[in-house]
């Protein structure tokens, strides 16, 4: 089996590996913006053309250093390229580059097509041509940090190029995304239950004919006549065909039992006739019902009860009108709340404040790249309003006791957040020994509440039955008190604190909620992992963080998702580091940094493990910010125990502090004990354990301490700090 990297849209990686999974792909890893798997030539052949949702698929050929232009040429001419090439062919090269020395895509695309074409010169055979638009072979190069990794494009040209668009409007969007839109708003069991799929503004009409193929059981790239492969000299043709003769059967069986339940409706009366030229092209015209009418206008086709209604509205960035974009999916949102009872609605808003404008309340949100621009797919559930509320079942009286202690707690605490703009924090912490559990309530920026309930494993003594009991009583006891639907409560069993399970996955739905701390944005993910990327007894730390950091050079330590990184940089930081082992938590460290503006060489994200980088770093910084796991033992790091290795971890952040700088440490080990007789002959050491503790956390005072510490001088030096010479 080979190594493939299939690239999509950023948002789609989840949708993405879950396909290839289904495709047969082996070893499947989601990662940003794409995919890495493991298969045989078929599966990358069978995702060409039947993957709804990737760009390319790319297989990786060569891997080099290529920190100069003389290292680049030779890792290029190690490869033997008679063996994907042959010299009457053409070729072209994409090219990309990050963090590396060579920063010029154009130069690195233009030394890889010299390098190949050299190769061929050198052993007396015609030199290929350059052909940019259909070449036989197309050379994908990414080099990351100086490591170069060269790929043949096995799709050639992108693969959302379905092979039926004739004509496009002025904003198109992407077919892959448009089928990810139709995946996440679970369309094919819709379609399975007799529903309809409408689309009030449905411009060139990408949203219904991706509905309709994916339906119809249709390959989306049956229709093109290009692949990068056609001209690849290890092509199985044999192979091919047989797919393409399977695929064409496929449809052949689908097409014909379509239902013509496919609606759209567009003001524009050109978009209307380029919809239907499109539909016809694809095969599909004979099941849609297209009119030319006003959004205000749209309501469900005769004799149609349910289904999806999915659109993507313009946003005011490439069409329409900013100021009257609000006003418009205001009208959007009473539409469907009048008129589509019990359908499903499905908006890719511009963004947040946008899809607010409708006044719906999301059952959920992901968010997605259309091209460059960064939106968010909103999922909304029509339901009818309820004649009289449905009884419920009355509660038990240890649930009334947990309900009062709620409200109990939410009341002694609402003015005090409401005043300091909080819109994460904590409403109960075991306060009741028969409810053993953490709930913490999450605002996200579109105004919808979320609700975090971590239960901590009953003790043995109680049965499983009532441990399940007291589950269920406190999801509809929080679920009521809150008034917030069961799809936005994440309900999870803990049985270790922060420490060694805090890169532990629970699901992988990949969904983020927005939220605001500090008048700063994190992403967080309620769902998939034990912690949610935003811890929020660290909320004071990070603050004061915040107000430590202006003009200094800062490095956070097992950085995490890099909260710590952003209150810094937005508290006047001169430049931040952030260092995790996880590849994942950085890219998420990423993506909460570009969220606040934060990006650039100023802001680092270093892959290592935090011995390792501070044992090889050089750099010295003014605010060093540590707050490790309790335990961790990485495959690809030392062991760590906070209780057993803090000494050694602090003094070799010493080496690393400038003389006026602090460190900052922290952790969440609730038997911790620091060694200051190991550490005051280094430091003079502060407790800031109590006032680092928020106040909706004053339930549970010892969830962490916190220390500064900072260099003392050496004799005859002026201690920065006391502003006096230090005598021995």
Not at 88 to 100: E, G, I, P, R
Not at 286 to 304: E, I, K, S, W
Not at 413 to 432: C, M, S, T, V
Not at 653 to 677: H, K, Q, W
């Amino acid at each position: 089996m080979s190594p493939f990297f299939a690239t999509c849209p950023k948002g789609l990686e989840y949708l993405l590996r879950d396909e290839l999974i289904a495709m047969g792909g082996n070893d499947v890893h989601e990662a940003l913006a794409g995919v890495r798997f493991y298969g045989t030539l078929e599966t990358a052949y069978r995702a060409c053309l039947w993957s709804r949702l990737a760009s390319r698929i790319l297989l990786p050929i060569a891997e080099f250093d290529a920190a100069s232009d003389e290292a680049l040429y030779a890792g290029v001419q190690s490869v033997d390229w008679s063996q994907h090439l042959a010299p009457h062919a053409t070729l072209a090269v994409d090219a990309n580059t990050t963090q590396s020395k060579i920063a010029h895509s154009h130069f690195l695309a233009q030394r890889v097509k010299d390098a190949v074409v050299d190769q061929f010169r050198q052993h007396g055979q015609e030199r290929p041509g350059v052909d940019t638009e259909e070449p036989d072979v197309r050379i994908n190069l990414r080099l990351r940090r100086d490591r170069a990794t060269l790929s043949i494009d096995l799709a050639g040209a992108p693969l959302h190029r379905r092979g039926w668009r004739e004509q496009q409007g002025e904003a198109p969007l992407k077919e892959n995304l448009a089928a990810a839109m139709l995946l996440r708003a679970g369309w094919p069991d819709i379609y399975a239950q007799g529903g309809a799929l409408l689309d009030p503004m449905c411009g060139s009409g990408t949203l219904l004919i991706e509905g309709a193929l994916m339906v119809a059981d249709v390959a989306p790239g049956l229709r093109r006549t290009y692949y990068g492969f056609l001209g690849w000299k290890q092509h199985n043709i044999l192979l091919w065909r047989s797919l393409l003769d399977e695929a064409r059967k496929r449809a052949e069986a689908g097409l014909p039992t379509l239902r013509a339940c496919f609606f759209g409706s567009d003001a524009d009366p050109r978009m209307v006739q380029t919809a239907k030229r499109n539909a016809q092209e694809a095969g599909v015209a004979g099941f849609f019902t297209l009119d030319r009418h006003d959004v205000q206008h749209v309501a469900p086709p005769p004799g149609v009860a349910s289904g999806l209604v999915i659109t993507n509205p313009p946003y005011g960035e490439r069409l329409g009108d900013r100021e009257s974009m609000p006003k418009l999916y205001r009208m959007l949102g009473e539409i469907l709340r009048d008129r589509f009872t019990c359908w499903r609605a499905v908006i890719l808003a511009g963004d947040v404040e946008l899809g607010r404008a409708t006044t719906l309340r999301p059952e959920k949100k992901y968010a997605l790249y259309n091209g460059a621009l960064e939106t968010v797919l909103l999922i909304f559930e029509l339901h009818p309003r309820a004649e009289s509320p449905r009884e419920k079942s009355p509660l038990s009286p240890g649930a009334e006791m947990l309900k009062n202690r709620l409200d109990k707690n939410v009341r002694h605490l609402r003015k005090r957040l409401e005043r300091e703009g909080i819109h994460a924090w904590r409403a109960y912490d075991q306060d009741l020994p028969e409810y053993a559990a953490a709930i913490d309530v999450y605002t996200d920026t579109s105004g919808a509440t979320h609700l975090h309930i971590q239960e901590y494993r009953a003790p043995a003594s109680v049965s499983p039955e009532r441990a399940r009991t007291r589950v269920r009583e406190i999801a509809r006891v929080v679920g009521e008190a809150f008034n917030t639907p069961r799809a936005r409560i994440a309900l999870k069993t803990r049985e270790r604190g922060k420490g060694g399970s805090k890169y532990g996955q629970f699901d992988q739905r990949g969904e983020c909620i927005e939220v605001e701390e500090g008048g700063l944005k994190f992403l967080v993910n309620l769902h998939d992992y034990l912690d949610t990327g935003l811890f929020l007894d660290h909320r004071l730390v990070r603050a004061k963080l915040r107000e430590l950091a202006v003009g200094k050079h800062f490095l956070n330590l097992f950085a995490y998702t890099a909260t710590a990184s952003v209150y810094a940089a937005a508290g006047g930081a001169r430049d931040t580091t952030s260092v995790d082992l996880s590849g994942t938590y950085l890219e998420w460290a990423s993506r909460n940094l570009a969220l606040n503006g934060f990006t650039g060489d100023k802001h680092r994200l270093v892959q290592a493990d935090a011995a390792s980088f501070l044992k090889h770093s050089r750099e010295r910084y003014g605010l060093i910010y540590v707050d490790p796991p309790t335990f961790s033992n990485s495959k690809r790091a030392d062991d760590f125990d906070v209780q057993r290795d803090h000494v050694k971890l602090l003094l070799a952040c010493a080496d690393r502090l400038t003389s006026d700088g602090v460190i900052v440490f922290s952790n969440n080990f609730r038997r911790f004990e620091l060694d200051r007789a190991a550490l005051e002959e280094r430091f003079t050491i502060e407790n800031w354990g109590t006032g680092s503790i928020p106040f909706d956390f004053s339930r549970r005072a010892n969830i962490h301490d916190c220390w500064f510490l900072r260099l003392k001088a050496a004799e005859g030096q002026l201690n920065p700090w006391e502003g006096a010479r230090v005598k021995k």
